[in-house]
């Protein structure tokens, strides 16, 4: 009753309200697994810093299939950060790079659940909180052209520095409040996210067609 076609609706971010009403009842059945963060650490070359911690992090955990067993492969909404921490290792690896700072490799479980993997981290961490400097996120940066670095504090500002010098235009969103960078920025590390937000309205996010 709205005019709007069925694609238009898949393709919002947000609500709108709709002139009918349904009654829905749903059953809903839950089952505990056991969810695994993977990490990798690289010592520091310096012994003056390799004590310091640098943890560049990604999600690898997706949205599961569908009742009807429809698969939600999230190679853009999931894949692609972990594909570039990957690609980042291996690079240093074979150019003999070593960072002065210790750099821990972190592949983060039940993001999408709440960030639960990446909050069992800082709960229980590998490497010292107070002794990480900075903790990097890349999330959602297969697809799109507009950069996004969501926090606002030294971190961010390194990132703004070097999209200058690959002349790309970032925007910011301050407020860190959402992402595995949250509960890192709860407890005190200084974070920033990088994402290229999709915003086409043949958006994947979240969709089974979220392929490569």
Known sequence: GTGTTLGALRSRSG???LSTTVHMAATIAVRQVNARNVLGLLPGADPDHRDETVILGANYDALGRDPDGTIYNGAYVNASGVAAMLEI???WQAQGFRPARSVLFAAWDDQEQGWLGSRYYVQHPVRPLDRTVAMLN???VGRGEEVTIVGRE???DQFEASARVYSATVDFIPAV???DSLPFHEGAVP???LVCFETSPESVYHRPEDDV
């Open 177 to 179: 409040d959402w992402g």
């Open 15 to 17: 609500t709108m309200p």
């Open 191 to 193: 974070t920033a996210m």
């Open 154 to 156: 030294a971190v961010a």
């Open 138 to 140: 890349l999330n959602m």
């Open 89 to 91: 290792a291996r690079l």
